[in-house]
Protein backbone atom coordinates (compact mmCIF):
# COMPACT_ATOMS: atom_id res chain seq x y z
CA UNK A 1 0.00 0.00 0.00
CA UNK A 2 1.36 3.48 -0.65
CA UNK A 3 -1.19 5.90 1.44
CA UNK A 4 -1.68 9.14 0.52
CA UNK A 5 0.53 10.76 -1.87
CA UNK A 6 2.06 13.21 0.05
CA UNK A 7 2.63 10.45 3.13
CA UNK A 8 6.38 8.82 2.47
CA UNK A 9 7.81 6.31 3.83
CA UNK A 10 10.17 7.28 6.78
CA UNK A 11 13.83 6.84 6.68
CA UNK A 12 13.40 5.55 10.38
CA UNK A 13 9.82 5.07 11.67
CA UNK A 14 11.55 5.38 15.21
CA UNK A 15 12.39 8.86 14.43
CA UNK A 16 10.02 12.04 15.24
CA UNK A 17 8.89 14.48 12.70
CA UNK A 18 9.95 17.39 14.90
CA UNK A 19 7.90 20.34 13.64
CA UNK A 20 4.51 18.34 14.22
CA UNK A 21 5.82 18.07 18.28
CA UNK A 22 5.50 20.38 21.35
CA UNK A 23 8.92 21.39 21.57
CA UNK A 24 10.21 19.06 24.78
CA UNK A 25 9.15 16.22 22.92
CA UNK A 26 12.05 13.93 22.41
CA UNK A 27 12.79 9.94 21.50
CA UNK A 28 15.78 7.81 24.02
CA UNK A 29 16.11 4.66 23.12
CA UNK A 30 13.14 4.48 20.98
CA UNK A 31 11.33 5.79 24.16
CA UNK A 32 9.07 9.51 23.91
CA UNK A 33 10.06 11.79 26.19
CA UNK A 34 8.06 15.16 26.95
CA UNK A 35 8.61 17.52 29.74
CA UNK A 36 11.42 15.17 30.81
CA UNK A 37 9.03 12.56 31.53
CA UNK A 38 8.93 8.67 29.55
CA UNK A 39 5.76 8.37 28.44
CA UNK A 40 5.20 4.71 29.85
CA UNK A 41 5.77 5.69 32.78
CA UNK A 42 3.24 8.40 32.71
CA UNK A 43 1.06 5.34 31.27
CA UNK A 44 1.95 3.65 34.10
CA UNK A 45 1.26 5.90 36.57
CA UNK A 46 -1.96 7.42 35.02
CA UNK A 47 -3.34 5.43 32.60
CA UNK A 48 -3.90 5.54 29.08
CA UNK A 49 -5.33 7.01 26.72
CA UNK A 50 -3.95 10.61 28.24
CA UNK A 51 -3.93 13.66 26.90
CA UNK A 52 0.00 14.79 27.38
CA UNK A 53 0.09 18.79 27.99
CA UNK A 54 3.86 20.24 27.40
CA UNK A 55 3.27 22.91 29.78
CA UNK A 56 6.90 24.74 28.84
CA UNK A 57 5.74 24.14 25.22
CA UNK A 58 2.65 25.95 25.83
CA UNK A 59 4.33 28.84 27.72
CA UNK A 60 6.46 29.44 25.17
CA UNK A 61 4.13 29.52 21.96
CA UNK A 62 1.55 32.13 24.06
CA UNK A 63 4.37 34.11 25.34
CA UNK A 64 5.61 34.03 21.31
CA UNK A 65 2.36 35.31 20.57
CA UNK A 66 2.44 37.49 23.44
CA UNK A 67 5.62 38.94 21.94
CA UNK A 68 4.68 38.91 17.95
CA UNK A 69 1.51 41.04 18.73
CA UNK A 70 2.93 43.21 21.75
CA UNK A 71 0.91 46.14 20.11
CA UNK A 72 -2.11 43.75 20.21
CA UNK A 73 -4.40 42.43 22.91
CA UNK A 74 -3.61 38.42 22.27
CA UNK A 75 -7.06 36.68 23.60
CA UNK A 76 -6.24 33.28 23.89
CA UNK A 77 -9.71 30.80 22.40
CA UNK A 78 -10.51 28.62 25.09
CA UNK A 79 -12.66 26.88 23.07
CA UNK A 80 -9.74 24.92 22.10
CA UNK A 81 -8.90 23.76 25.10
CA UNK A 82 -9.98 25.23 28.52
CA UNK A 83 -9.41 23.80 32.05
CA UNK A 84 -8.67 25.79 35.04
CA UNK A 85 -4.38 25.51 34.98
CA UNK A 86 -4.76 26.78 31.22
CA UNK A 87 -6.50 29.51 32.40
CA UNK A 88 -4.23 30.46 34.76
CA UNK A 89 -1.07 30.17 32.64
CA UNK A 90 -2.74 31.83 30.13
CA UNK A 91 -3.32 35.08 32.61
CA UNK A 92 0.38 34.48 33.50
CA UNK A 93 2.11 34.83 30.39
CA UNK A 94 -0.02 38.01 30.15
CA UNK A 95 -2.57 37.05 27.70
CA UNK A 96 -6.44 38.18 27.13
CA UNK A 97 -9.10 34.92 27.52
CA UNK A 98 -12.23 33.99 24.80
CA UNK A 99 -15.12 32.19 26.11
CA UNK A 100 -18.35 31.30 24.34
CA UNK A 101 -20.38 29.92 26.89
CA UNK A 102 -21.41 30.32 30.11
CA UNK A 103 -19.17 27.35 31.09
CA UNK A 104 -15.90 28.27 30.06
CA UNK A 105 -16.99 31.60 31.50
CA UNK A 106 -17.19 29.75 35.21
CA UNK A 107 -13.51 27.91 34.22
CA UNK A 108 -12.29 31.33 33.42
CA UNK A 109 -13.61 32.57 36.58
CA UNK A 110 -12.16 29.64 38.70
CA UNK A 111 -9.17 29.76 37.14
CA UNK A 112 -8.55 33.29 38.38
CA UNK A 113 -8.41 35.12 35.19
CA UNK A 114 -9.17 39.04 36.13
CA UNK A 115 -12.74 39.56 34.63
CA UNK A 116 -11.65 42.89 32.39
CA UNK A 117 -9.30 40.54 30.22
CA UNK A 118 -12.40 37.99 29.24
CA UNK A 119 -14.23 38.45 26.02
CA UNK A 120 -17.31 36.76 25.47
CA UNK A 121 -18.54 35.26 22.66
CA UNK A 122 -21.84 33.25 20.95
CA UNK A 123 -24.52 33.82 18.61
CA UNK A 124 -26.94 32.70 21.02
CA UNK A 125 -25.93 33.84 24.84
CA UNK A 126 -28.97 33.22 26.89
CA UNK A 127 -30.12 36.58 29.09
CA UNK A 128 -28.55 34.07 32.17
CA UNK A 129 -25.13 34.22 30.60
CA UNK A 130 -25.11 38.05 29.72
CA UNK A 131 -26.21 38.79 33.13
CA UNK A 132 -24.04 37.22 34.78
CA UNK A 133 -20.92 38.95 32.04
CA UNK A 134 -22.25 41.85 32.93
CA UNK A 135 -22.25 41.30 36.35
CA UNK A 136 -19.16 39.71 36.59
CA UNK A 137 -17.60 43.11 34.72
CA UNK A 138 -16.37 40.95 31.48
CA UNK A 139 -14.39 43.49 29.52
CA UNK A 140 -15.84 42.90 25.95
CA UNK A 141 -19.19 40.92 24.77
CA UNK A 142 -19.21 40.47 21.31
CA UNK A 143 -22.44 41.11 19.76
CA UNK A 144 -23.91 38.84 17.02
CA UNK A 145 -28.02 39.87 16.38
CA UNK A 146 -30.16 42.25 16.50
CA UNK A 147 -31.88 40.17 19.45
CA UNK A 148 -28.53 39.77 21.56
CA UNK A 149 -28.42 43.56 21.34
CA UNK A 150 -31.96 44.03 22.55
CA UNK A 151 -31.42 41.54 25.44
CA UNK A 152 -28.04 43.23 26.48
CA UNK A 153 -29.27 46.58 26.46
CA UNK A 154 -32.16 45.73 28.57
CA UNK A 155 -29.98 43.85 30.93
CA UNK A 156 -27.91 46.95 31.21
CA UNK A 157 -30.30 48.74 31.92
CA UNK A 158 -32.45 47.09 34.40
CA UNK A 159 -28.76 46.30 36.60
CA UNK A 160 -27.29 49.98 35.88
CA UNK A 161 -24.39 48.82 34.42
CA UNK A 162 -22.18 49.49 31.21
CA UNK A 163 -21.26 46.61 28.83
CA UNK A 164 -18.21 46.89 26.54
CA UNK A 165 -19.74 45.72 23.06
CA UNK A 166 -17.93 44.19 19.94
CA UNK A 167 -20.26 43.87 16.80
CA UNK A 168 -18.88 40.84 15.24
CA UNK A 169 -19.21 41.02 11.33
CA UNK A 170 -19.48 38.67 8.64
CA UNK A 171 -17.10 39.94 6.37
CA UNK A 172 -17.98 37.71 3.27
CA UNK A 173 -14.59 35.73 3.59
CA UNK A 174 -14.17 31.99 4.30
CA UNK A 175 -10.74 30.56 4.99
CA UNK A 176 -9.95 27.25 5.06
CA UNK A 177 -6.46 25.15 5.32
CA UNK A 178 -4.97 26.58 2.09
CA UNK A 179 -7.15 28.51 0.52
CA UNK A 180 -10.00 31.26 0.99
CA UNK A 181 -12.57 32.21 -0.75
CA UNK A 182 -14.41 35.24 -0.98
CA UNK A 183 -18.00 36.47 -1.55
CA UNK A 184 -19.33 33.14 -1.19
CA UNK A 185 -19.59 32.78 2.68
CA UNK A 186 -22.55 35.27 4.01
CA UNK A 187 -24.78 32.25 4.11
CA UNK A 188 -23.43 31.06 7.86
CA UNK A 189 -25.15 31.77 11.29
CA UNK A 190 -21.97 34.13 12.98
CA UNK A 191 -22.08 37.81 12.27
CA UNK A 192 -23.50 40.78 10.54
CA UNK A 193 -23.00 41.09 7.07
CA UNK A 194 -21.43 44.14 5.83
CA UNK A 195 -22.67 43.86 2.41
CA UNK A 196 -26.43 43.88 3.66
CA UNK A 197 -26.19 46.75 5.87
CA UNK A 198 -26.83 44.67 8.77
CA UNK A 199 -23.37 45.74 10.22
CA UNK A 200 -23.66 49.26 10.35
CA UNK A 201 -27.02 49.22 11.58
CA UNK A 202 -26.09 46.93 14.78
CA UNK A 203 -23.33 49.54 15.28
CA UNK A 204 -25.90 52.30 15.10
CA UNK A 205 -28.43 50.32 17.63
CA UNK A 206 -25.16 49.80 20.10
CA UNK A 207 -24.45 53.58 19.83
CA UNK A 208 -27.74 54.25 20.95
CA UNK A 209 -28.02 51.85 24.06
CA UNK A 210 -27.08 53.86 27.00
CA UNK A 211 -25.54 50.94 28.73
CA UNK A 212 -23.70 50.03 25.89
CA UNK A 213 -20.31 51.03 24.73
CA UNK A 214 -19.73 50.38 21.28
CA UNK A 215 -15.76 49.24 21.27
CA UNK A 216 -15.41 48.27 17.64
CA UNK A 217 -15.68 45.22 15.06
CA UNK A 218 -14.84 41.68 15.39
CA UNK A 219 -14.19 39.61 12.20
CA UNK A 220 -13.30 36.05 12.64
CA UNK A 221 -12.72 33.86 8.81
CA UNK A 222 -12.39 30.35 9.88
CA UNK A 223 -9.72 27.53 10.97
CA UNK A 224 -6.35 26.39 10.09
CA UNK A 225 -5.46 29.23 7.99
CA UNK A 226 -1.86 29.26 7.01
CA UNK A 227 -1.16 32.72 4.64
CA UNK A 228 -2.77 35.84 5.01
CA UNK A 229 -5.03 36.49 1.79
CA UNK A 230 -7.93 35.89 3.69
CA UNK A 231 -7.01 38.32 6.44
CA UNK A 232 -6.16 40.64 3.88
CA UNK A 233 -10.11 40.59 2.04
CA UNK A 234 -11.18 40.56 5.62
CA UNK A 235 -9.43 43.34 6.80
CA UNK A 236 -10.28 45.63 3.73
CA UNK A 237 -13.90 44.91 4.25
CA UNK A 238 -14.04 45.49 8.13
CA UNK A 239 -11.72 48.79 7.68
CA UNK A 240 -13.99 50.24 4.99
CA UNK A 241 -16.98 49.51 7.53
CA UNK A 242 -15.02 50.92 10.24
CA UNK A 243 -14.16 54.08 8.38
CA UNK A 244 -17.60 54.11 7.31
CA UNK A 245 -19.04 53.98 10.43
CA UNK A 246 -16.48 57.30 11.16
CA UNK A 247 -18.15 59.42 8.61
CA UNK A 248 -22.13 58.52 9.29
CA UNK A 249 -22.33 58.15 12.60
CA UNK A 250 -19.53 60.18 13.55
CA UNK A 251 -17.55 57.80 15.95
CA UNK A 252 -14.29 56.27 15.20
CA UNK A 253 -14.48 53.34 17.17
CA UNK A 254 -11.68 52.14 19.34
CA UNK A 255 -10.85 48.70 18.94
CA UNK A 256 -11.02 46.10 16.13
CA UNK A 257 -10.32 42.11 16.46
CA UNK A 258 -9.32 40.00 13.65
CA UNK A 259 -10.07 36.88 14.86
CA UNK A 260 -8.44 33.66 15.27
CA UNK A 261 -7.56 30.01 12.92
CA UNK A 262 -4.04 30.49 12.35
CA UNK A 263 -3.03 27.05 11.53
CA UNK A 264 -0.77 24.13 12.62
CA UNK A 265 1.11 21.46 11.40
CA UNK A 266 -0.53 18.19 12.00
CA UNK A 267 1.14 16.08 9.32
CA UNK A 268 4.42 16.96 6.80
CA UNK A 269 1.72 18.58 4.51
CA UNK A 270 1.33 21.30 6.63
CA UNK A 271 3.71 24.26 7.07
CA UNK A 272 2.41 26.69 9.35
CA UNK A 273 3.64 30.71 9.46
CA UNK A 274 5.08 32.07 12.95
CA UNK A 275 3.67 34.97 15.13
CA UNK A 276 6.28 37.26 13.87
CA UNK A 277 5.85 36.64 10.33
CA UNK A 278 1.80 36.86 11.13
CA UNK A 279 2.10 39.70 13.16
CA UNK A 280 4.47 41.85 10.45
CA UNK A 281 1.66 40.67 7.97
CA UNK A 282 -0.94 41.69 9.61
CA UNK A 283 0.46 44.73 10.75
CA UNK A 284 1.49 45.84 7.03
CA UNK A 285 -1.92 45.03 5.64
CA UNK A 286 -4.40 46.73 8.39
CA UNK A 287 -1.56 49.94 7.99
CA UNK A 288 -1.86 50.18 4.61
CA UNK A 289 -5.16 50.06 4.26
CA UNK A 290 -5.63 52.31 7.06
CA UNK A 291 -3.17 55.08 5.05
CA UNK A 292 -5.95 54.43 1.84
CA UNK A 293 -8.57 55.24 3.80
CA UNK A 294 -7.14 58.25 5.60
CA UNK A 295 -8.42 56.71 9.33
CA UNK A 296 -6.07 55.76 12.26
CA UNK A 297 -5.39 52.61 13.02
CA UNK A 298 -7.23 50.89 15.54
CA UNK A 299 -6.58 49.15 18.52
CA UNK A 300 -6.01 45.59 17.78
CA UNK A 301 -6.73 42.33 18.92
CA UNK A 302 -6.63 38.94 17.70
CA UNK A 303 -8.05 35.12 19.12
CA UNK A 304 -5.43 32.59 18.63
CA UNK A 305 -6.42 28.92 19.87
CA UNK A 306 -5.01 26.20 18.05
CA UNK A 307 -2.00 27.82 17.14
CA UNK A 308 -1.12 27.85 21.51
CA UNK A 309 -2.46 24.75 22.66
CA UNK A 310 -2.61 22.51 19.60
CA UNK A 311 0.99 21.48 19.04
CA UNK A 312 1.22 21.54 22.84
CA UNK A 313 -0.59 18.10 23.60
CA UNK A 314 -0.24 15.15 22.20
CA UNK A 315 -2.07 12.15 22.93
CA UNK A 316 -1.00 8.70 24.05
CA UNK A 317 -2.86 5.53 23.77
CA UNK A 318 -1.98 1.63 24.31
CA UNK A 319 -2.63 -0.66 21.11
CA UNK A 320 -5.17 -3.28 21.96
CA UNK A 321 -5.17 -5.40 18.66
CA UNK A 322 -3.64 -5.51 15.26
CA UNK A 323 -5.34 -7.06 12.39
CA UNK A 324 -4.30 -7.44 8.62
CA UNK A 325 -6.67 -6.89 6.22
CA UNK A 326 -6.46 -7.22 2.76
CA UNK A 327 -7.88 -4.68 0.11
CA UNK A 328 -9.09 -5.44 -3.42
CA UNK A 329 -6.52 -5.43 -5.83
CA UNK A 330 -4.03 -7.42 -3.07
CA UNK A 331 -2.86 -4.82 -1.11
CA UNK A 332 -3.19 -5.08 2.79
CA UNK A 333 -4.02 -2.43 5.39
CA UNK A 334 -2.74 -2.59 9.09
CA UNK A 335 -5.19 -1.80 11.08
CA UNK A 336 -3.65 -0.97 14.66
CA UNK A 337 -6.39 -0.65 16.93
CA UNK A 338 -5.95 1.75 20.58
CA UNK A 339 -7.95 2.19 23.67
CA UNK A 340 -9.63 5.68 23.10
CA UNK A 341 -10.72 6.50 19.75
CA UNK A 342 -13.73 9.21 18.37
CA UNK A 343 -14.25 9.88 21.83
CA UNK A 344 -11.46 11.66 22.34
CA UNK A 345 -10.52 13.18 19.18
CA UNK A 346 -13.58 12.98 17.06
CA UNK A 347 -12.18 15.70 13.99
CA UNK A 348 -11.09 12.81 11.97
CA UNK A 349 -14.18 11.27 11.69
CA UNK A 350 -16.04 15.14 11.74
CA UNK A 351 -13.50 17.00 9.31
CA UNK A 352 -11.65 13.77 7.71
CA UNK A 353 -8.51 15.76 9.53
CA UNK A 354 -5.18 14.22 9.15
CA UNK A 355 -2.98 13.40 12.13
CA UNK A 356 0.20 10.85 12.60
CA UNK A 357 1.70 9.10 15.15
CA UNK A 358 4.94 7.25 16.47
CA UNK A 359 5.32 4.21 18.80
CA UNK A 360 5.93 5.89 22.09
CA UNK A 361 7.23 2.76 24.01
CA UNK A 362 10.18 1.23 22.45
CA UNK A 363 12.58 1.38 19.43
CA UNK A 364 12.11 -1.05 16.17
CA UNK A 365 14.11 -2.53 13.50
CA UNK A 366 10.98 -3.81 11.45
CA UNK A 367 10.20 -2.43 8.24
CA UNK A 368 7.69 0.38 8.10
CA UNK A 369 3.91 -0.71 7.18
CA UNK A 370 1.41 1.86 6.55
CA UNK A 371 -1.16 1.63 9.37
CA UNK A 372 -4.48 2.75 9.92
CA UNK A 373 -5.25 3.86 13.66
CA UNK A 374 -8.38 2.92 14.97
CA UNK A 375 -10.23 3.24 18.19
CA UNK A 376 -12.77 0.77 20.21
CA UNK A 377 -16.00 2.48 19.36
CA UNK A 378 -18.81 0.79 17.33
CA UNK A 379 -18.58 2.71 14.85
CA UNK A 380 -16.34 2.07 11.29
CA UNK A 381 -15.57 5.33 11.25
CA UNK A 382 -13.81 5.71 14.53
CA UNK A 383 -10.46 6.57 13.26
CA UNK A 384 -7.71 8.14 15.09
CA UNK A 385 -4.79 8.54 12.16
CA UNK A 386 -5.98 7.58 8.24
CA UNK A 387 -2.43 6.89 7.51
CA UNK A 388 0.94 6.42 8.79
CA UNK A 389 3.88 4.48 8.74
CA UNK A 390 4.41 2.45 11.69
CA UNK A 391 7.08 -0.51 12.66
CA UNK A 392 5.50 -3.74 11.27
CA UNK A 393 6.13 -5.31 14.81
CA UNK A 394 3.40 -3.59 15.98
CA UNK A 395 1.77 -5.18 18.75
CA UNK A 396 -0.61 -5.39 21.49
CA UNK A 397 0.59 -3.10 24.82
CA UNK A 398 2.55 -1.00 22.38
CA UNK A 399 2.15 2.63 22.95
CA UNK A 400 1.12 4.88 20.21
CA UNK A 401 1.53 8.67 20.71
CA UNK A 402 -0.85 11.39 18.24
CA UNK A 403 0.90 14.65 18.12
CA UNK A 404 -1.00 18.06 17.43
CA UNK A 405 -4.31 17.11 19.76
CA UNK A 406 -3.96 19.89 22.05
CA UNK A 407 -6.93 21.90 20.11
CA UNK A 408 -10.40 21.20 19.33
CA UNK A 409 -9.64 17.03 20.90
CA UNK A 410 -10.19 17.19 24.85
CA UNK A 411 -13.22 20.29 24.51
CA UNK A 412 -14.55 18.05 22.27
CA UNK A 413 -14.54 14.64 23.78
CA UNK A 414 -17.72 12.61 24.32
CA UNK A 415 -18.86 9.33 26.09
CA UNK A 416 -20.07 7.77 23.18
CA UNK A 417 -20.45 4.14 24.32
CA UNK A 418 -20.20 4.99 27.49
CA UNK A 419 -16.50 6.20 27.32
CA UNK A 420 -14.30 7.54 30.47
CA UNK A 421 -13.09 10.74 28.75
CA UNK A 422 -9.26 11.07 29.50
CA UNK A 423 -7.01 13.14 31.91
CA UNK A 424 -5.04 15.92 31.02
CA UNK A 425 -1.48 15.58 32.68
CA UNK A 426 0.31 18.29 32.30
CA UNK A 427 4.67 17.62 32.08
CA UNK A 428 6.98 20.01 32.60
CA UNK A 429 10.86 19.44 34.31
CA UNK A 430 10.46 15.71 34.75
CA UNK A 431 7.50 15.54 36.49
CA UNK A 432 3.82 14.88 35.88
CA UNK A 433 0.45 16.52 37.39
CA UNK A 434 -2.99 15.56 36.48
CA UNK A 435 -4.92 18.73 35.55
CA UNK A 436 -7.95 17.62 34.45
CA UNK A 437 -8.81 14.20 35.52
CA UNK A 438 -9.76 10.38 34.11
CA UNK A 439 -13.57 10.55 34.39
CA UNK A 440 -14.85 7.46 36.51
CA UNK A 441 -17.82 5.12 35.91
CA UNK A 442 -19.64 7.68 38.81
CA UNK A 443 -18.95 10.89 37.10
CA UNK A 444 -20.62 8.86 33.97
CA UNK A 445 -23.51 8.05 35.72
CA UNK A 446 -24.20 11.18 37.58
CA UNK A 447 -26.90 12.50 35.63
CA UNK A 448 -28.18 8.91 34.68
CA UNK A 449 -30.86 9.52 37.77
CA UNK A 450 -32.75 6.36 36.54
CA UNK A 451 -36.99 5.53 36.13
CA UNK A 452 -38.16 7.06 39.49
N1 LIG B 1 -12.28 33.40 17.55
C1 LIG B 1 -13.50 33.00 17.17
C2 LIG B 1 -14.59 33.96 17.12
C3 LIG B 1 -13.71 31.66 16.81
O1 LIG B 1 -14.91 31.27 16.42
C4 LIG B 1 -12.64 30.75 16.88
C5 LIG B 1 -12.83 29.34 16.52
C6 LIG B 1 -11.38 31.21 17.30
C7 LIG B 1 -11.24 32.55 17.63
C8 LIG B 1 -10.18 30.31 17.43
O2 LIG B 1 -9.82 29.72 16.24
P1 LIG B 1 -8.42 28.90 16.17
O3 LIG B 1 -7.30 29.89 16.31
O4 LIG B 1 -8.42 27.91 17.27
O5 LIG B 1 -8.47 28.22 14.84
N2 LIG B 1 -13.66 22.52 15.93
C9 LIG B 1 -12.94 22.99 14.76
C10 LIG B 1 -12.54 24.42 14.87
C11 LIG B 1 -13.72 25.31 15.20
C12 LIG B 1 -13.25 26.71 15.40
C13 LIG B 1 -14.34 27.52 16.01
N3 LIG B 1 -13.97 28.87 16.23
C14 LIG B 1 -11.72 22.11 14.54
O6 LIG B 1 -11.53 21.17 15.31
O7 LIG B 1 -10.96 22.32 13.59
Known amino acids: MRGPSWLRPPADANDLVAPLWSTTARKVDGVLEVGGVALPDLVAQHGSPAYVLDEADFRARAGAFRDAFAAYDVYYAGKAFLSTAVAR ?11 CSGGELTVAERGGVPMERVGFHGNNKSAEELTRAVRLGVGRIIVDSFHE ?3 LAAITEELGATARVMVRVTAGVEAHTHEYIATAHEDQKFGFSITSGDALEAVRRVLAAPGLEARGLHSHIGSQIFDSSGFEVAARRVLALHARIATELGVELPEMDLGGGFGIAYTTQDDPSRPDKLAAEMTQIVEHECRALGIARPHLSIEPGRAIVG ?9 GTVKQVHLDGGAVRTYVSVDGGMSDNIRTALYDADYSCTLASRASD ?5 ARVVGKHCEAGDIVVKDEFVPGDVAPGDLLAVPGTGAYCRSMASNYNHALRPPVVAVRDGSARVVVRRETVDDLLATDVGDQ
Open 89 to 99: WVAEEGLFLDV
Open 149 to 151: IDR
Open 311 to 319: PAMCTVYEV
Open 366 to 370: APPVL
